[in-house]
């Protein structure tokens, strides 16, 4: 058993001293951007902020094209006065104007380009009558350290480390070499819009199947806060990334794809010569109905800078993507892979020795400035729940299994409370239907069941415990067809999108019986997501939804079995545990912390559902999603909390109420006279956020409460979750000062939740011992300080997932392993808990309950990690009340109104 967990995070070493870097810093001017503006107006007739000038494309050319550039800073397109170029020495004015002029040139249309022409002399001519001067570099010494402690004593770095210490750490780490298994990898900096990126190049290969699959080194660079934390964190995380070499679509399939290209400067070298690779994207224009470099890529000017060499053009890109990762010349391309495109035959993911290496590596290219985190200990030895043991005295085989089944059935019996179950299966393959009427009875341990009615009707009830279940099952028919949504590009696309929703729910409502006097529920078997990617809207599954709880029934899918599918059991399995999920009968297990937790405990989770245009009915939401778990207790266990009726429903319930419900109207504030204050609709929405948790928090004072909150989801909402905000003991809403968290319930904690998501704010990890053994441990871990409040929790490794060898490496692969590049690695991630509220001494004292026994946090994370574990799951990537929240959170499907377009064309 390991005891020790190294996280890969580096913060600001004390003992190092002052950190300052001498830099250039660059600044566009108040007449150059004047300027800029003026021609960025001209050329964008009709934009919708002509005074905001669209850098991001000319910011990638820099970086990739200016020998020098560190970074770029952030808002210099609203602001010539802000610092716009950091770099290590300035760029000279013959490299500096023409990337500026052919970038103003490229936006105007091709053949209406003279004005950016123009302004490419003018920065390079000496007559002072027509110049056009460039703005001067400026010397600057930049502390890389520099850092505010908030009123909770979080470090905050100052807001222009976010992307420049990632840059300069990636160009530090990307001029050393990193040798492992006698092979030498060299690594690119790729900039990202979270901070940087190293990816080692030219890519390694791998030979399967008559094919050369290529992949990479990647490693992701980022800065981040930890709440109460006194220095800031760089988290540095390894990952493969893999290049395309077939691509499995149709040109007009592409979405959007992320391509890096590699070529020389065009003009004499500097200091970061052949250190960066340029990011652009590759996707399908629908206006010119062709592929074409999309969002700001810059590979479309590089021809203008660069007329000797040969770049590639969209369709010969796709065409012959392997060909362009080799190289044409002394020009390279490589397409990102993504798994809609095709299959790849290299696994995700590097294993943990490889991680160790690599992670050594950096910590070696970082000193002295920057220093490892302490590495974690273990806070108990309690890990799991009071869960079923998979082996042992008493539990020979299918012994578990009749015990889980047991337990469901239980479950079940109470979140029906002398209901029937009605069941409607639509299907379209028979091995499905087959697969789902075979595994119900396992999964509860009924006998098969009976037919009902005659011998065409397939209808079947399992019946015994308090448990009675019809099942009826029949072709799905045009319900599982496609939404045939209009292509009139005059009406809103949510407007003709709710138009085909409205008719698939005439066809579900003509179809489908009267409503079901107990608990009703659809299992509807359809096509993957992949199947309707080539007509943007076309997937059914949303609209089925609506459907269905329109008439009181849940809904839960399966996809269609492919032609190598053996994994049907296993998925019609996992249809009816969500099903069960959804009805509500599902409970955690009795931890196994101790008796400093109370008894009648109860659980609260909130979840904020974030819809914008692109979400699944092209319809903006903001939608507060609150349920309390009590568990022991009646069919009532699980509810959620019903906004407009201001009450607890049951969870099943509240699903359906989910579906229905309007869309909040944002509430202006007034003033002392009446008059409504000017308010932003995100700030409308946030203040009605907050109202609503507010008055929630009332709601749950009855009894001892855990409220569990993922900070990542609710801080945009609710602002006192950010770290900067967050103070030990304290609720902060809005504007107005904090306040002691037992005001607002006195025997109430507040726990946050954060992963890594898609921005690395929670570091990477990996065990290890003295013995140089490296691996994964679950458990919770946190330093030596008894009165810290922040926690990790690692899971176990999910028992259905591969064993491999620990020894096997994937970026050299050895003798033994040829085959390693083809393994999919499975790294569980890290969940930081966060005891934000908890009885601690200070707070008991304030509550003027100073002789009361005080909380130790660690006990507090230590429960949050035991809900992750149910006998039914593999371990959570959530506690489980908060699992319950968010994935209440796919019935929140607002639709458009009607009229809100013109009136719906003939066609």
């Known amino acids: 058993m390991y005891h020790t967990i190294r996280v890969a995070a580096y913060e600001p070493d004390p003992l190092h001293g002052p950190w300052r870097e001498e830099m250039k810093v660059l600044r566009l001017g108040e007449e150059l951007h004047t300027e800029l503006t003026r021609l960025h107006a001209e050329a964008g007739k009709g934009s919708v902020r002509p005074d905001r000038l669209p850098v991001r494309r000319l910011n990638s050319l820099l970086q990739a094209m200016a020998p020098g550039v560190i970074a770029t800073g952030r808002n210099a397109g609203t602001d010539g006065r802000l610092p716009w170029l950091y770099a290590r020495e300035a760029v000279p004015p013959e490299v500096l104007a023409p990337v500026i002029g052919t970038w103003a040139a490229g936006m105007y249309r091709e053949d209406d380009d003279a004005e950016g022409a123009d302004l490419e002399e003018r920065l390079r001519s000496e007559d002072p009558a027509t110049a056009m001067p460039l703005p001067h570099w400026e010397n600057e010494t930049v502390d890389l350290a520099e850092t505010a402690a908030s009123a909770g004593g979080t470090a905050e770095p100052a807001t222009r480390l976010y992307s420049l210490l990632p840059e300069w750490v990636a160009f530090r780490l990307a001029a050393r070499t990193f040798r492992t298994g006698g092979a030498t990898l060299h690594f690119r900096v790729e900039s990202s819009a979270n901070g940087a990126r190293l990816v080692s190049w030219p890519p390694q290969r791998y030979e399967r199947g008559g094919q050369t699959w290529y992949y990479s080194a990647c490693l992701n660079i980022t800065v981040h806060t930890v709440p109460f934390a006194p220095r800031f964190r760089v988290h540095v995380s390894a990952q493969v990334?893999?290049?395309?070499?077939?691509?499995?679509?149709?040109?007009?399939?592409?979405?959007?794809?992320?391509?890096?290209?590699?070529?020389?400067?065009?003009?004499?070298?500097?200091?970061?010569?052949?250190?960066?690779?340029?990011?652009?994207?590759?996707?399908?224009?629908?206006?010119?109905?062709?592929?074409?470099?999309?969002?700001?890529?810059?590979?479309?000017?590089?021809?203008?800078?660069?007329?000797?060499?040969?770049?590639?053009?969209?369709?010969?890109?796709?065409?012959?993507?392997?060909?362009?990762?080799?190289?044409?010349?002394?020009?390279?391309?490589?397409?990102?892979y993504h798994p809609s495109i095709g299959p790849h035959k290299v696994g995700p993911g590097l294993m943990p020795r490889e991680r160790s290496d690599l992670d050594a590596w950096v910590e070696e290219g970082l000193g002295p400035m920057l220093t490892r985190i302490p590495d974690l200990k273990r806070v108990t030895r309690s890990n799991t729940p009071s869960l079923l043991p998979r082996s042992g005295a008493g539990n020979g085989p299918g012994v578990r299994d009749a015990r889980l089944a047991l337990q469901r059935r239980a479950a079940l019996a109470r979140a029906l409370d002398g209901r029937p179950l009605e069941v409607d299966v639509f299907w379209q393959s028979p091995e499905t239907r087959a697969a789902l009427l075979a595994e119900l009875p396992k999964l509860i341990g009924l006998p098969a069941g009976e037919r009902m009615g005659p011998a065409d009707d397939d209808t079947w009830r399992w019946r015994g415990e308090g448990v009675e279940i019809r099942v009826r099952a029949r072709p799905a028919g045009p319900l599982a067809d496609?939404?045939?949504?209009?292509?009139e590009r005059r009406r809103p696309r949510a407007v003709r999108l709710a138009e085909a929703i409205e008719g698939r729910c005439r066809l579900v409502a003509d179809g489908l019986a009267r409503r079901p006097d107990g608990a009703g529920v659809v299992i509807a078997e359809i096509a993957g997501k992949e199947r309707f990617a080539a007509v943007p809207d076309s997937d059914p599954k949303h609209a089925l939804r609506i459907a269905w709880a329109r008439q009181g029934r849940l809904s839960q899918f399966v996809n269609l079995p492919d032609d190598t599918d053996s994994g049907l059991e296993h998925r019609a399995r996992w249809t009816w545990l969500d099903t069960f999920r959804q009805l509500g009968a599902i409970s955690p297990p009795a931890h196994r912390v101790g008796a400093g937790i109370p008894g009648d405990l109860q659980y609260a989770a909130l979840w904020l559902v974030r819809h914008t245009r692109k979400g699944p009915t092209r319809r903006p939401v903001r939608r507060l999603v609150a349920v309390?778990?009590?568990?022991?207790?009646?069919?009532?266990?699980?509810?959620?909390?019903?906004?407009?009726?201001?009450?607890?429903?049951?969870?099943?319930?509240?699903?359906?109420?989910?579906?229905?419900?309007?869309?909040?109207?944002?509430?202006?504030?007034?003033?002392?006279?009446?008059?409504?204050?000017?308010?932003?609709?995100?700030?409308?929405?946030?203040?009605?956020?907050?109202?609503?948790?507010?008055?929630?928090?009332?709601?749950?004072?009855?009894r001892p409460t855990l409220l569990l909150a993922d900070a990542a989801n609710l801080r945009q909402c609710w602002s006192g979750l950010r770290n900067g905000q967050l103070v030990r003991d304290m609720l902060g809403f809005g504007t107005g000062l904090a306040q002691r968290h037992t005001l607002y319930g006195e025997d109430l904690r507040v726990l946050l939740v954060r992963d890594a998501n898609a921005r690395e704010e929670v570091a990477e990890w990996y065990a290890h011992d003295d013995k140089d053994k490296v691996g994964f441990a679950e458990g919770v871990w946190g330093t030596a300080d008894t009165e810290s409040r922040v926690f990790a929790s690692t899971a176990s490794t999910p028992h259905t997932v591969a064993k491999l060898p620990k020894g096997l490496m994937k970026l050299v692969p050895t003798a033994q392993g040829r085959t390693a590049p083809g393994k999919t690695a499975w790294n569980p991630g890290q969940l930081e808990l966060t005891v934000l509220g908890c009885l601690s001494e200070k707070a008991l004292a304030d509550s003027g309950r100073a002789g009361d026994l005080p909380d130790r946090p660690a006990e507090w994370a230590t429960l949050a990690h035991q809900l992750r574990y149910h006998d039914d799951y593999p371990p959570l990537a959530r506690p489980l009340p908060l699992h319950l929240a968010r994935l209440a959170g796919e019935y929140v499907l607002p639709v458009a109104r009607m009229e809100e377009g013109s009136a719906p064309s003939a066609t």
């Open 628 to 702: 309390r778990v009590r568990p022991g207790e009646g069919p009532g266990a699980i509810e959620g909390w019903d906004a407009e009726r201001t009450e607890w429903v049951p969870y099943p319930k509240l699903l359906l109420l989910l579906s229905q419900a309007a869309e909040p109207a944002a509430e202006p504030t007034v003033d002392p006279d009446g008059r409504a204050i000017p308010e932003s609709a995100a700030a409308q929405a946030a203040d009605a956020v907050e109202r609503q948790i507010r008055a929630l928090l009332f709601q749950l004072r009855d």
């Open 241 to 336: 990334r893999r290049w395309a070499t077939r691509l499995d679509v149709r040109p007009h399939q592409l979405g959007g794809t992320t391509v890096l290209l590699d070529a020389p400067l065009p003009w004499p070298g500097g200091p970061d010569r052949g250190h960066r690779l340029m990011v652009n994207t590759l996707g399908y224009d629908r206006r010119s109905k062709e592929l074409a470099w999309r969002h700001h890529s810059p590979a479309p000017l590089m021809p203008e800078l660069d007329i000797v060499r040969n770049y590639p053009q969209p369709a010969e890109l796709f065409a012959h993507p392997e060909r362009w990762i080799n190289g044409l010349g002394d020009v390279a391309a490589g397409i990102v």
């Open 482 to 487: 496609a939404l045939p949504v209009s292509r």
